[in-house]
């Protein structure tokens, strides 16, 4: 465990493990624990330095309450503080739905360089927040109904409903992906609600592919090196990694 800081906001991240960086960025609600029960960790431990973070308003990091606080940019500096302290220059990069916006954002950085991107579940475009800002007050309901594990439900419990409704409280605007000419691996569920805006991410990114999850739903898929084909999918997330 390891903890640094940006403009007064404690910034949790993971460094684990030797070899080229891999940086693992989660999704809304999500914290870094989620890909250690979701098996990407025990993954790519053995050929890589792994670096989880708890992105600000999530997890063990700080937690403002001020809208203005989670600007998608603001989570990208926060990123850049903790590879800075972790000395990281290079590194590759699995996102999972937030986590994957803010990959789109730190490619747009001088000095962030990404040599891989696994991109889940998400697109650049301009982004509606109101779902999930309705579905921050029914949090106790809907995280019991989702069929995931007791662990991730009490992670998912733990979260400061305030903070994620300030996280929620913004749209997002559309993210710049002109300079994204990095290997890149667009994952997206069959049944995610976004699947037409995240197939059209892998067309206009020049030296992308795309890989479709057949049944499986936005937050389903995070999950498949957990499901019946765990080790497919394991050979397809180290493949464009470079192992």
């Known amino acids: 465990m390891s903890v640094t800081s940006r403009e007064g906001v404690d910034l949790y991240y993971e460094a684990m493990g030797s070899g080229p960086t891999l940086v693992m960025l989660h999704g809304f609600f999500g914290s870094s624990q989620d890909w250690h029960e979701y098996g990407y960790v025990a993954a790519f431990l053995s050929d890589f330095r792994i670096i989880t973070t708890d992105f600000r308003g999530h997890g063990k990091s700080g937690k403002p309450l001020k809208p203005e606080a989670y600007r998608v940019s603001e989570y990208a500096q926060d990123i850049r503080q903790v590879l800075r302290v972790a000395?990281?220059?290079?590194?590759?990069?699995?996102?999972?739905?937030?986590?994957?916006?803010?990959?789109?954002?730190?490619?747009?950085?001088a000095d962030i360089k990404i040599m891989s991107f696994v991109c889940i579940g998400r697109h650049p475009f301009a982004e509606d927040m109101s779902s999930i800002r309705d579905g921050v007050p029914n949090i106790d309901v809907w995280a019991k109904e989702m069929g995931i594990s007791e662990a991730h439900q009490k992670r998912l419990l733990a979260n400061d409903k305030r903070a994620l409704q300030a996280a929620a409280a913004l749209d997002r605007p559309e993210e710049n992906i002109e300079k994204m000419t990095m290997p890149t691996l667009v994952v997206v569920g069959q049944r995610d609600e976004d699947y037409d805006k995240i197939v059209k991410t892998a067309s206009l990114l020049p030296n992308a592919k795309l890989l479709t999850l057949e049944g499986l739903d936005h937050f389903e898929s995070l999950s498949p090196l957990t499901g019946r084909k765990p080790l497919a999918f394991r050979r397809r997330l180290q493949q464009a990694c470079g192992t």
Do not use: P, Q
């Open 87 to 109: 000395g990281v220059k290079e590194f590759h990069l699995i996102g999972f739905s937030n986590g994957a916006r803010v990959g789109f954002a730190l490619s747009t950085m």
